[in-house]
C-alpha cells in the first residue's frame, strides 16, 4: 500500500525552525516527485514546493511566500523527503500535507497531514 | 500568478440532484486541471485530473470538462457520502494555485 506519512510538527516560536519529515512506503520513491503543500485554519489550499526526482536532477521549486525562509530536500535511501522551515511567522501556521506526485504539479497521494503552530 | 475564480463557494442540494461547479482561470491553462475533494480533518483526495480524466477507483458520477479557461466539475446523482469540500487546481505554471473551494452540504 502507498502511503506517506508526515511527523515533525508542533508548536513553535515566531522565528524559530522546525523541520518537518514525509516518510514514504509502497513505492519506489526515487522515482517521483513529491511536493509539500499547506491549509491554514478554515482556509484553502496553498503550494510550498516540490523536488523533482532522482532522474530529473532532484530540482526544487518553492511559492514565494516561503522562498529563501524553507529548504526541501529528499534521501532517496531512506524513502524520506524533509522540509526545513527557518525563521517561521505566524502566517506559516497551517496543517502541511506531504504529496507524491505522478508529475510536477499533480499531487496524488496525500500524507495525513501534520499540524505546525507558529506562535509565541 | 494564475488566479483560479471557483463557484459557488457553497451549495446545497438533495440526495440524487446534479451537481455543478465551476473554475475559471485567468489565463489559457490547456487542460492542466485538477480538482480534489475534502472532508473534515482528511487530507484532499484527487477525482478527476487534466480536466476530464477520472483517477482510478472514483465514482462514475464524478465528472469534469473544459479547456483553456473554463472548467466545470459534476456530481450526476449527489450522495450523503459526496458531502465535501471540492477545490479545482491548476498545473499549467508555477506557482501551483487553487480555486477557493465549495462547500457542498445535503439539503
Known amino acids: 500500500e502507498v502511503q506517506l506519512v508526515e511527523s515533525g510538527g508542533g508548536l513553535v516560536q515566531p522565528g524559530r525552525s522546525l523541520r518537518l519529515s514525509c516518510t514514504a512506503s509502497?513505492?519506489?520513491?526515487?522515482?517521483?516527485?513529491m511536493s509539500w503543500f499547506r491549509q491554514a485554519p478554515g482556509r484553502g489550499l496553498e503550494w510550498v514546493c516540490f523536488i523533482r526526482g532522482k532522474a530529473y536532477g532532484g530540482t526544487t521549486e518553492y511559492a514565494a511566500s516561503v522562498k529563501g525562509r524553507f529548504t526541501i530536500s529528499r534521501d532517496d535511501s531512506k524513502s524520506i523527503a524533509y522540509l526545513q522551515m527557518n525563521s517561521l511567522k505566524t502566517e506559516d501556521t497551517a496543517v502541511y500535507y506531504c504529496?507524491?506526485?505522478?508529475?510536477?504539479?499533480?499531487?496524488?497521494?496525500w500524507g495525513q497531514g501534520i499540524l505546525v503552530t507558529v506562535s509565541s | 500568478d494564475i488566479q483560479m475564480t471557483q463557484s459557488p463557494s457553497s451549495l446545497s442540494a438533495s440526495v440524487g440532484d446534479r451537481v455543478t461547479i465551476t473554475c475559471q482561470a485567468s489565463?489559457?491553462?490547456?487542460?492542466?486541471l485538477n480538482w480534489y475533494q475534502q472532508k473534515p480533518g482528511k487530507a484532499p483526495k484527487l477525482l478527476i485530473y487534466?480536466?476530464?480524466n477520472l483517477e482510478t477507483g472514483v465514482p462514475s458520477r464524478f465528472s469534469g470538462s473544459g479547456s483553456g479557461t473554463d472548467f466545470s466539475f459534476t456530481i450526476s446523482s449527489l450522495q450523503p457520502e459526496d458531502i465535501a469540500t471540492y477545490f479545482c487546481?491548476?498545473?499549467?505554471?508555477?506557482?501551483?494555485?487553487f480555486g477557493g473551494g465549495t462547500k457542498v452540504e445535503i439539503k
Open positions: 504529496t507524491r506526485d505522478s508529475r510536477v504539479g499533480q499531487p496524488v497521494v
Open positions: 487546481q491548476q498545473y499549467d505554471s508555477l506557482p501551483l494555485t
Open positions: 509502497g513505492f519506489t520513491f526515487g522515482d517521483y516527485a
Open positions: 487534466d480536466a476530464s
Open positions: 489565463q489559457d491553462i490547456t487542460n492542466y
